[in-house]
T-cell receptor, first 112, second 113 residues
Framework: DGGITQSPKYLFRKEGQNVTLSCEQNLNHDAMYWYRQDPGQGLRLIYYSQIVNDFQKGDIAEGYSVSREKKESFPLTVTSAQKNPTAFYLC???????????FGSGTQLSVL | GNSVTQMEGPVTLSEEAFLTINCTYTATGYPSLFWYVQYPGEGLQLLLKATKADDKGSNKGFEATYRKETTSFHLEKGSVQVSDSAVYFCALTPPLGTDKLIFGTGTRLQVFP
């Protein structure tokens, strides 16, 4: 089945620790996105990538980093610089501009 | 800039009631408009979309019409079911620049039997 796989579903971070959220897609989509979802605030764009080896900051990139070494993979690292990382993180991909986004099932990150 | 404004929730309805969730947008030109739905603990799924003025998107009994004159894309359903309980997001893709989606804050719908 084609789709987007996010892992893990739940993740806990200790103070000062970096953690990496995985996002893999087998839809052959060029564009991939990371969104953060907080209660009552909707979705906010962290980073996006429209092609391999290229990515751009979204609206709330501080404290996060990404890479796009392969078309199918777009991992997100939440660094220790992100002081309020507790949120639901959603990865998405799209075949092109104006087309719908396909979302993964999300990762809930919490701070210990 | 580009933005989407949705009515605040939660919207609480009895089964078979009529649903309207309001959505208005601000954008230059003609954006593409979307409604996404999120069931508990899951990612978002596209519910319907419209790409030009007066287009009507429809799916699973839900409808929304792209109204350029009122910059609106209100979501409607004639008879809701308990299984429609979810969070609904209105979104747009700007007509120019990148294809990143801009979301509203979401509206929670609760349907009771």
């Amino acid at each position: 089945d084609g789709g987007i796989t996010q892992s893990p579903k739940y993740l806990f971070r200790k103070e000062g620790q970096n953690v990496t959220l995985s996002c893999e897609q087998n839809l052959n989509h060029d564009a991939m996105y990371w969104y953060r979802q907080d209660p009552g605030q909707g979705l906010r764009l962290i980073y996006y990538s429209q092609i391999v080896n290229d990515f751009q900051k979204g609206d709330i990139a501080e404290g996060y980093s990404v890479s796009r070494e392969k078309k199918e993979s777009f991992p997100l690292t939440v660094t220790s610089a992100q002081k309020n990382p507790t949120a639901f993180y959603l990865c998405a991909s799209s075949p092109g501009r104006g087309e719908k986004l396909f979302f993964g099932s999300g990762t809930q990150l919490s701070v210990l | 800039g580009n933005s989407v404004t949705q009515m605040e929730g939660p919207v609480t309805l009895s089964e078979e009631a009529f649903l309207t969730i309001n959505c208005t947008y601000t954008a230059t030109g003609y954006p593409s408009l979307f409604w996404y739905v999120q069931y508990p603990g899951e990612g978002l799924q596209l519910l319907l979309k419209a790409t030009k003025a007066d287009d009507k998107g429809s799916n699973k009994g839900f409808e929304a019409t792209y109204r350029k004159e009122t910059t609106s894309f209100h979501l409607e359903k004639g008879s809701v079911q308990v299984s429609d309980s979810a969070v609904y997001f209105c979104a747009l893709t700007p007509p120019l620049g990148t294809d990143k989606l801009i979301f509203g804050t979401g509206t929670r719908l609760q349907v009771f039997p």
